[in-house]
């Protein structure tokens, strides 16, 4: 019953086009990892190595960002202080595409600022991503911004299509997000 199982499970994710696959705990150890088990499988499979680079640039924007900002994670002091973010990144095809999804928990505090940042983003074309990316690098980055301010514009530089996302209500503190680029 157990190997079917996840033979079906497995099955799914081979027919919904998934090549890689991480849901749980992440740093930056483990970023690491599977950033590079991603670059060494897409190599073996002849990828463009343009292609290859857009992708592997979002995923580890992607999962900067679980690691950054989800609203699920565990911390502890083991001689060192630790903390890892809790969410999902999937990488697959479709359509001759590489996409590349991530998805996590965000306080309801914080989906209204990401949702109007991505609506915005998702709203211009190549042109005008690039001409805000420029404006953005002159400006000092939002006070919430655990890095540059940045990384979602880097992302819709690399997209080929407009980013796909969503939010689902968990409750009135937190909804799940999920974001999808197409590269």
Known sequence: MLAKQYRSFKHDLDQRGIIFS?????SEEI???LGNALRQKMTLEDANITTVKKVFSVFVEQAQNIIRYSAE???GDAGQTIELSSGMVTIGTENDRFFIVCANVVLATDEPRLR??????RSMDRDAIKAY??????????????GATIGLIEIARRASEP???DFDPIDDQKFFFCMKVSI
């Not at 991480?22 to 992440?26: D, I």
């Not at 109007?116 to 983003?121: A, K, N, T």
């Open 22 to 26: 991480f849901s749980g705990y992440l």
């Open 31 to 33: 970023l690491y990892s």
């Open 73 to 75: 994670k565990l911390s």
């Open 116 to 121: 109007q940042r991505l609506e915005l983003l």
């Open 133 to 146: 990316y420029k404006e953005q690098l002159r400006e000092a980055p939002e006070e919430q911004s655990k």
């Open 163 to 165: 980013i796909e996302f």
